[in-house]
């Protein structure tokens, strides 16, 4: 067996499962569960027709390269929201979701033989450090705490890591804390990755649900270092689609490609016709924004009367601290477990979304709540933590 398995840390929700073992919540309450960040609402029309029309596609073995309707349709949108052109015929390639596409891409590009060094930010999107360990790289793990406004404090790595360093994963706007990288963060950490000769992987599925401002993008760098990936799962709320994109170099994503033809996870090309359309038509993507901004606007000061925590820049989640003062004491697990046991919500303790490194666990004393269900739903959950705080 490959060793490196044996270092792979359980995921989120297995730990969450052992942290509500033997619990039994109130059965006449209805589970409202906020754990997760998959989106709830409504697969967009423009998106299930656009499945029907090309089910006859499933007698083709997909392009791992794309089809010319999907690489035209990314490269299109790619220029509308960040004014960059592209050449989609070397420049993008489909994935079967980002989380695949992410995994795989340190899989080409890390060189094992030569003790490297992934760069994650903390709390982190579990697949970058699964990621990291099963390409041979040990992880560094880089704090995003509420000192930094949630974004990565890179002046934490020593002088003597930064020559192992292969890859850096950033994620903006992150998961968990929303927090969103400006392009003096993106040039800052280019010019490292020009003098230690490391590639950054900008993990952006959250990019299009965002407050005011839309995010910077990698893109933007237009530098030959960064690789984007991006996907329909938050964008178009179709998680089940499996459908995002990698962006990149020209001769980054030719050894990227070349990986892939035996990876061999090219999405349908039913899913990819179907995701041309997706990623051209922004009405949904708007009254999907609006949905988010309405249950922010309602849920955040519920919440926060509870557990502080602000609106973020962008993403579904809030981020909430359990105040050392209240009766959990700071502590992410018994929050979480007690709101499950009275009132069959979840939520995710912050401490399993992070690693602890020196001597800290930066997700320790915060929660995720995602803010995935209808608005009524939400709100039931936040009064149900405005009522814990009462018992
Ligand atoms: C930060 C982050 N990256 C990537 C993904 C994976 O998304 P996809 O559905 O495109 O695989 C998620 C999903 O929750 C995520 O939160």
């Known amino acids: 067996m490959n060793p490196a398995l044996g270092l792979l840390h359980p995921y989120p929700f297995e730990r969450l499962r052992s942290l509500f073992a033997g619990v039994m919540p109130p059965a006449d309450l209805p589970h409202i569960n906020m754990g997760i960040g998959e989106p709830q609402h409504p697969t967009p029309k423009v998106l299930l027709d656009a499945i029907h029309a090309n089910l006859g596609l499933?007698?083709?073995?997909?392009p791992t390269g794309g089809t010319p309707e999907f690489l035209t349709a990314v490269a299109g949108w790619i220029h509308r929201r960040y004014g960059v052109e592209v050449d989609s015929s070397r420049q993008i390639l489909p994935v079967s979701g980002s989380r695949e596409g992410l995994f795989a891409v340190a899989q080409a590009i890390i060189d094992p033989s030569t003790r490297p060094v992934v760069l994650l930010p903390n709390p982190f999107?579990?697949?970058?450090?699964?990621?990291?360990?099963?390409?041979?790289?040990?992880?560094?793990?880089?704090?995003?705490?509420?000192?930094t406004q949630f974004l990565p404090d890179f002046s934490v790595v020593p002088a003597e890591v930064w020559p192992r360093v292969q890859l850096v994963y950033l994620c903006s706007p992150g998961n968990p804390t929303g927090a969103v990288m400006s392009s003096?963060?993106?040039?800052?950490?280019?010019?490292?990755?020009?003098?230690?000769?490391?590639?950054?992987?900008?993990?952006?599925?959250?990019?299009?649900?965002?407050?005011?401002?839309?995010?910077?993008?990698?893109?933007?760098?237009q530098h030959p270092r960064v690789v984007v990936l991006n996907s329909l799962s938050k964008r178009s709320s179709a998680p089940g689609l499996r459908s995002g994109f990698i962006f990149g170099a020209?001769?980054?994503?030719?050894?990227?490609?070349?990986?892939?033809?035996?990876?061999?996870?090219a999405p349908s090309s039913v899913v990819q016709q179907a995701s041309a359309v997706a990623w051209s038509h922004e009405a949904h993507v708007d009254e999907n924004r609006r949905l988010y901004r309405e249950k922010f606007e309602v849920c955040?000061?519920?919440?926060?009367?509870?557990?502080?925590?602000?609106?973020?820049?962008?993403?579904?989640?809030?981020?909430?601290?359990?105040p050392e003062s209240s009766r959990w004491a700071g502590s992410d697990e018994t929050f979480a477990r007690e709101l499950y046991a009275t009132a069959n919500v979840t939520v995710l303790p912050g401490t399993y979304l992070a690693r602890e490194a020196n001597g800290q666990n930066p997700g320790a004393g915060y929660v995720r709540i995602a803010l995935v269900a209808d608005l009524a739903t939400c709100v039931r959950a936040a009064d149900a933590m405005r009522e814990l705080e009462k018992n």
Request: proline share 10%; aromatic share 14%.
């Open 58 to 62: 499933l007698s083709k073995y997909p």
């Open 125 to 147: 999107y579990q697949i970058y450090e699964g990621a990291a360990i099963m390409s041979g790289a040990e992880p560094f793990y880089v704090p995003t705490v509420a000192g």
């Open 184 to 221: 003096e963060h993106y040039k800052s950490l280019t010019q490292l990755a020009d003098e230690f000769d490391f590639l950054i992987v900008s993990d952006e599925p959250y990019s299009e649900l965002y407050q005011s401002e839309p995010p910077y993008g990698g893109i933007q760098t």
């Open 250 to 265: 020209p001769d980054v994503m030719d050894k990227i490609r070349l990986h892939r033809t035996y990876h061999g996870a």
């Open 300 to 322: 955040q000061p519920m919440v926060n009367q509870v557990l502080p925590c602000e609106i973020p820049a962008g993403g579904f989640f809030l981020w909430a601290k359990i």
